[in-house]
C-alpha cells in the first residue's frame, strides 16, 4: 500500500462521508450515558464533519488515520475467527489515533471495544471494526460529555509553589 497526499485526501473524503459513523457514534454514547448515569450531548453531521477535517487537517496524524482505514476498509480473513486479533487491534491504534493523546487515546481504546460489540457491518471483516474505531475516536475527542466541560479539580497552577 502506498500513502500519497492524494491518498490521504481520498481517505479523508471517504471517512468524511461516512454519515452512518454519526449514528452509531450517537448509538455507543446513549449507552455509555445509560450505563454511566449520566447525560451526553448527541453529535451532529455538521461536527462529525468539521471533527474529521481537523483530524486530517494534522498531516502526521492524516497519514496514520487514513493507513488504519485503508487497512481496514479492505481486510478479510476466510472465516474471520484467525483475523481476529489483527482487526481489532488496528480498530483500537484507529480509534487512538483520531482521539488524540493521553488519556483520550486509552479512552478511544476502550471505547473501540464497547461500540465494536455493537457494530455489525456488511463486507469484509474490517468492515464492523472500522465503523466501531472511527465511532469510538470521533465520539471521544467530540464536546459533549460533562466532565470535559469543566477544567478538571487536577490541575497545579504553573505559578504556584515559586
Partial sequence: ME???????AERDRVRDRTDVVDLTN??????A???GTGVAPVTETAYRHEVDRVFADGDRAVNVA?????LRDLDVDGDYPGFVVD???GRLLAATIAGGEP???LAEATFHYADVHTHADGPAGADDLAAALA???????PGWPWTE?????AVDPGGDA
Avoid at 3 to 9: A, F, I, S, Y
Fill in 3 to 9: 500513502m500519497t497526499p492524494e491518498r490521504v485526501h
Fill in 34 to 36: 445509560e450505563a454511566f
Fill in 67 to 71: 493507513a488504519y482505514v485503508a487497512l
Fill in 88 to 90: 481489532e487491534r488496528l
Fill in 136 to 142: 469510538a475516536g470521533f465520539q471521544t475527542r467530540l
Fill in 27 to 32: 448509538e455507543t454514547r446513549a449507552r455509555l
Fill in 104 to 106: 483520550l487515546s486509552t
Fill in 150 to 154: 469543566d477544567d478538571s479539580p487536577f
